[in-house]
């Protein structure tokens, strides 16, 4: 079935250091991709989205480019603060049986480090 | 500019039982979706509603309704409650949109049911 797989968390990282978390998907057809992130104690919040294959979302210094040829959204960022730490879920979008129906991967807790 | 409000924060239930949580979304936003979430699940799409009719409609028995009223104001019913029920369901309210996700969509705190 469709599904959204990211890497299991949580990450640490220092602060300044690269970010990537993996997320890869499955699904019939062409989804759109989302990656949406929560901080401690708010709501979920969307992050950056990508509508189409080659497409890059970028939002906040983080980066995602829709990759159809691997089935994969990565999220990327070049130099992680303190203030990114939270968890970050990435999901796509896809039409079925007349309505569009969101599917969001298990979430990937980041930590970052002063 | 207020927030998503959910009502009530945390409920207790017994097997059998029937439920209503409420969602109050950002005013002027008609789009109103509900998730479930749990730790063995993850985040789960239940249904949308927009202008009072359902949009969308995820994977999930019938037990588990909605509607929404004209001020957009959304209430989800989950019938002969299960223990799997027990979850975090969260309301999400974006302006407009072929599907809320596609717009920025605003969550909730949600409300927390325990199924005893």
């Known amino acids: 079935g469709d599904s959204v797989t990211q890497m299991e968390g949580p990450v640490t990282l220092s602060e300044e250091a690269f970010l990537t978390i993996n997320c890869t998907y499955t699904?019939?057809?062409?989804?759109?991709l989302f990656w949406y992130v929560q901080y401690p104690g708010e709501g979920l919040q969307l992050l950056l989205k990508?509508?189409?294959?080659?497409d890059k979302g970028s939002n906040k210094g983080f980066e995602a480019t829709y990759r159809k040829e691997t089935t994969s959204f990565h999220l990327e960022k070049g130099s992680v603060q303190v203030s990114d730490s939270a968890v970050y879920f990435c999901?796509?979008?896809?039409?079925?049986?007349?309505?569009?129906?969101?599917?969001f991967g298990r979430g990937t807790s980041l930590i970052v480090h002063p | 500019k207020a927030g998503v409000t959910q009502t009530p924060r945390y409920l207790i239930k017994t097997r059998g039982q029937q439920v209503t949580l409420s969602c109050s979304p950002i005013s002027g936003h008609r789009s109103v979706s509900w998730y479930q979430q749990t730790p063995g699940q993850g985040l789960q799409f239940l249904f949308e509603?927009?202008?009072?009719?359902?949009?969308n409609k995820g994977n999930f028995p019938g037990r588990f309704s909605g509607r929404q009223f004209s001020n957009s104001r959304s209430e989800m019913n989950v019938s002969t409650l299960e223990l799997g029920d027990s979850a975090l369901y969260l309301c999400?309210?974006?302006?407009?949109?072929?599907?809320?996700?596609?717009?920025?969509?605003?969550f909730g705190p949600g409300t927390r049911l325990l199924v005893l």
């Open positions: 999901a796509h979008l896809l039409r079925s049986g007349g309505s569009y129906i969101p599917t």
């Open positions: 990508a509508t189409k294959a080659d």
């Open positions: 509603y927009f202008s009072e009719t359902q949009r």
């Open positions: 999400a309210s974006s302006s407009s949109g072929t599907s809320g996700i596609q717009e920025t969509q605003y």
């Open positions: 699904a019939t057809g062409y989804p759109s």
